[in-house]
């Protein structure tokens, strides 16, 4: 089992900035690729950045892209999501995701393994 709590989310202005944190306990991260996910009440869970599992590759939503990073510490069972020129659009409930997978293939098709519990982002205009 793999417990997942994410962190660092909370209300800010467009075009600021915020740090998610992702900390996992009960197994080594290093073995599972990583993930990060968005929902709203209006539109269904979409992917939003993952990184393997040595943190060498990564993949982005065109959304976010050039605006968000993930970023992975593997001795400290951590997964981060720097979120830069955030949008009112970006509005919403942030999951982390763990896929014990060789690719990043499953996970960005929303196939994980476990998630979090979720962390508010409200960006305001």
């Known amino acids: 089992q793999v417990q997942l709590v994410e962190s660092g989310g909370g209300a800010v202005q467009a075009e600021g900035s915020l740090r998610l944190s992702c900390a996992a306990s009960?197994?080594?991260?290093?073995?599972?690729?990583m993930g990060w996910f968005r929902q709203t009440p209006a539109k269904e869970r979409e992917f939003v950045a993952s990184?393997?599992?040595?943190?060498?590759?990564?993949s982005y939503a065109d959304s976010v892209k050039g605006r968000f990073t993930i970023s992975r510490d593997n001795a400290r069972n951590t997964v981060y999501l720097q979120m830069n020129s955030l949008k009112p659009e970006d509005t919403a409930v942030y999951y982390c995701?763990?896929?014990?997978?060789?690719?990043?293939?499953?996970?960005?098709?929303?196939?994980?393994?476990?998630w979090g519990q979720g962390t508010q982002v409200t960006v305001s205009s």
């Open positions: 995701a763990a896929k014990a997978a060789m690719t990043m293939r499953m996970l960005i098709s929303g196939s994980a393994d476990y």
């Open positions: 009960g197994r080594t991260l290093s073995n599972y690729v």
């Open positions: 990184i393997s599992r040595s943190g060498s590759s990564t």
